[in-house]
Nanobody, 125 residues
């Protein structure tokens, strides 16, 4: 099974930017959809952004216009460019892959696809 590994998290000030990477152990072109999710302390995991192999992207309302998702099939990497970060963006960010992405994760017909281990993003005011 393809494994995913996130990187790029860190501690930044409000208004700054970060770029997260999700690198796969195999070809991400095999996944129709890939997405980013996040989980803040004491909260449930939530959808952030997704991208399909056809180029369709979707964003949570809270990040629309600030975040951009991009998949580089040649590098087998999914990126999340995060601009104008806010304290409420503080969370552990996870990437997911499958045939389609819902509010809970990216899935195949038989269940969830692979998840990464997560990368911490901390935004201070």
């Amino acid at each position: 099974q393809v494994q995913l590994s996130e990187s790029g998290g860190g501690s930044v000030q409000s208004g700054e930017s970060l770029r997260l990477s999700c690198t796969a152990s195999g070809r991400i072109s095999t996944f129709n959809a890939m997405g980013w999710y996040r989980q803040a302390p004491g909260k449930e995991r939530e959808f952030v952004a997704s991208s399909t192999s056809g180029g369709t992207t979707n964003y949570a309302d809270s990040v629309q216009g600030r975040f951009a998702i991009f998949r580089d099939n040649a590098k087998n990497t999914l990126f999340l460019h995060m601009n104008n970060l806010k304290p409420e963006d503080t969370a552990v960010y996870y990437c997911s892959a499958g045939y389609f992405c819902s509010g809970y994760g990216c899935s195949f017909s038989g269940g969830f696809g692979p998840w990464g281990q997560g990368t911490q993003v901390t935004v201070s005011s």
